[in-house]
């Protein structure tokens, strides 16, 4: 399904100033090959409705480089759970802002987190820490493939597990050998996994999945009834370890692990996006069966045992289970969700929010080429609303009745004007 | 239809093709599309047209980068009208590409030509060819603020895209818009930044944007080949 192009406004959404964000994007670009780069590169978002860069943020909102306030639906891509600058989470950094930071050896704090995650995580018997969900998951598949002895690693196809060569979404820098292990089934079709591993026989060191799939530039998909259950036992007959990345979810569907959500028990997990709360640190938790295979996988970064990021997971990790966080931006994004869509319904935009409400993905009824999300969402950012329309956004706990009740009245303007616009 | 040749001649293939799309935009009659339609031939030899100018494979690539070389004589000899004129095409296109390729008024000559590269490369190209194989969107409009889209990209059936110097759709999966016809002229030649050139708005992408990233890839893949890939 496409959408005609005069639905393309030509026109520039520039209300909004965006001067110092030009201004210091060009300057980024002699010296930053592509200005911005990542998932963050303005070509992935709405370049010229979106600003460049961001100059401060609190609770949930941020202020960028030109001075312009927005209500943020996108929370650092995940990182933020408890509220930008979030006090309690700050103070703890604080206090060990006057001891350091790194060292020849780690801080305590790293045997605390640990063993809160432990103890918080119901399958798992030990933790490794790194900065970034890349970090991990490539370690969890060698680990996987020390464990059994086995090469191949099964992914389902569109999923991100990372920017390592076996896994990034880009196009470049890649031999055929970096995804000749790789295989990859369409999710939730089970029939088609069960195939890969009975022609991969005895091969399969791994299975990584996302708790549900949440591709980008389309709609988020959950598990079908039974596919977790069903998976989980065939990893178990086949001796695949089953390795959980939550690193886009944790925190945000249960605060004991997104697998507690959907009711089945990995192998192996790994975290990172909320669980420092904007500070670099990543974890994988796994079951004792795993740890001497662990132990031969070699681990390590400069500022891996950062203890300020320690501090921040630390303090992080308690908010989340003893305010049953998940259970807060659940219904927090399932509240506002329903709202946006009953707004949007009136104007005849048949706008979904797909997936879980804690971190939903916009998809209206029809447009796969995006178009209309494109256009809706642009000016929604003329009225300061960071929705993205090809990224699923955030909920955090910091998302106040005030700030979401703020942030549907201006999708009524935002709407408006779009309306007034194609008369 | 798609014609089948060794892997090794795809530069000069793609030559060949960006030179009979300038052709068709520089001059929109029939006639100048068929008289530079070209047709792959067995002996690492091209030919446009029918009958007329035939190139060696080394000649077409020293041709794009030095401005000049010569069709095989006896192609000349054989139909000497319809050859000459083609040489007038050629020697008109390798103008625009090498000397006025900054002028405005030849944007979309440079324009066609560019596109008409990638397009060779999404479908004689292995790795190119399986980046958009299993694509489920199949059509760009390609154009500029001032004048809307006028040149469409599409796949017909078995893969095969096609460009179009015209808008062929109401509806397109993705389009591709330059904010005038110097920074299309800029894009044509690779010399845009696509990743900055996208973020301060002189190129708009809009609807779905991993095909036109898939596109950008493979466009500048087949630049870099044709640039500077061995004879």
Known sequence: ?423 | MKVTFPSSRIVPWTLARCVWASVKELDHSNHAGELMHPHICDDKRIKFGNSGLVFHDNSLIKAARSGFALPCLWSLLRSPSSSIRALKYLIDVGNIHNKQWENPSFSKVLLAAALEASITYMNYHSECERLVRDHRFSSIGVGSIDQGVFMTISRRDANLWELHNAKINQTYDASLIFANDQVMCLSAVGKLDHMLASADGNIQLRGYIPLLEKFGYISRLAKRDLLHSNE
Not at chain 1, 299 to 307: F, H, V
Not at chain 1, 322 to 350: C, H, M, W, Y
Request: charged share 20%; net charge negative; proline share 4%.
């Open chain 1, 1 to 423: 399904m496409v959408i005609s192009l005069d639905w393309l406004s030509v026109i520039y959404f520039t209300q909004m100033n965006r001067k110092n964000s030009d201004r210091w994007f060009e300057r980024a670009g002699k010296v930053i090959p592509g200005g911005i780069y990542g998932h963050v590169a303005p070509v992935a978002g709405l370049p010229r409705s979106f600003p460049h860069y961001c100059e401060r943020a609190s609770g949930a909102r941020f202020v960028d480089v030109d001075g312009n306030e927005w209500i943020d639906f996108m929370c650092g891509f995940g990182a933020i759970l408890h509220g930008y600058l979030n006090s309690e989470i700050e103070h703890a950094v604080d206090l060990q802002r006057s001891k350091g930071s790194v060292f020849n050896q780690p801080s305590l704090l790293m045997v605390e987190l640990a063993e809160r995650m432990v103890e918080g995580i119901d399958f798992a018997d030990w933790a490794v820490f790194a900065k970034n969900g890349s970090d991990l998951t490539t370690w969890a598949i060698r680990v996987a493939r020390e464990k059994t002895g086995r090469e191949f690693v099964i992914k389902a196809k569109g999923a991100y597990h990372g920017v390592d060569a076996w896994c990034d979404p880009g196009l470049g820098g890649r031999i055929h050998s970096d995804r000749e292990k790789i295989l990859e089934f369409k999710w939730n079709d089970f029939d088609q996994l069960s195939d890969l591993v009975k022609k991969r026989a005895n091969q399969v060191a791994a299975l990584i999945l996302t708790p549900y799939h949440h591709a980008a530039f389309a709609p988020s998909e959950m598990p079908l009834s039974g596919f977790w259950s069903e998976t989980e036992a065939l990893c178990k007959k086949e001796g695949i370890a089953l390795i959980l990345d939550d690193v886009r979810t944790g925190g945000r569907l249960h605060d004991g692990g997104s697998h507690r959500y959907f009711g089945f028990t990995p192998d192996m997990a790994v975290y990172s996006k909320a669980l420092g709360n904007g500070y670099a640190i990543s974890a994988c938790l796994a079951s004792s069966n795993f740890r001497e295979a662990a132990t031969e996988v070699f681990l390590t970064g400069s500022c891996w045992n950062d203890a300020f990021a320690m501090a921040a997971a630390n303090k992080s990790f308690e908010i989340s289970q003893t305010q049953n966080v998940a259970g807060q931006v659940l219904r927090i994004g399932s509240d506002f969700s329903s709202k946006l869509e009953n707004i949007t319904a009136t104007r005849e935009i048949p706008l979904k929010m797909t997936g879980p409400a804690s971190m939903p993905y916009p998809f209206i009824s029809g447009d796969e080429s995006l178009f209309k999300i494109q256009r809706f969402c642009q000016f929604c950012a003329t009225e300061g609303l960071y929705f993205h329309p090809h990224h699923n956004w955030f909920f955090g706990s910091m998302h106040t009745e005030k700030d979401l009740t703020d942030a549907l009245r201006r999708v009524e303007l935002a709407l408006g004007k779009m309306l007034d616009d194609e008369q």
